[in-house]
């Protein structure tokens, strides 16, 4: 995101910019069809602002949509990066995304 730009004064967005660039980047990159959907969005921001895990944060947010995500994505796409144990660096590695 940095090398294209799209990541420019992020601590500043609204919730619909961060979709909106973070949308912009996955087909950039030739994300598969397959993660162009809600959950995948979701996955991809999670993936690349770790600092949105905490879900307690996540519900007083305008990001609160990521709650219904939350449980199938934060394991593969947080976790890995704070306790890195085989099975997660497996869950994580085999997930279709990364």
């Not at 973070?22 to 162009?36: A, L, S």
């Not at 921001?45 to 939350?70: A, C, G, M, V």
């Not at 394991?75 to 085999?94: G, M």
Request: with cysteine; hydrophobic share 40%.
């Amino acid at each position: 995101m940095d090398t294209q730009s799209l990541i420019c004064g992020y601590h500043d967005w609204a919730p619909g910019k961060l979709r909106k660039q973070v949308w912009t980047f996955m087909h950039m990159i030739g994300t598969p069809d397959e993660f162009k959907n809600l959950q995948g969005l979701h996955s991809m921001i999670l993936l690349l602002f770790p600092q949105l895990h905490n879900k307690i944060t996540l519900r007083q947010s305008d990001l609160y949509e990521l709650i219904y995500d939350y449980d199938r994505i934060v394991v593969p796409f947080y976790e890995i990066f704070k306790e890195n144990c085989s099975k997660k660096r497996h869950k994580f590695f085999s997930n279709k995304l990364i």
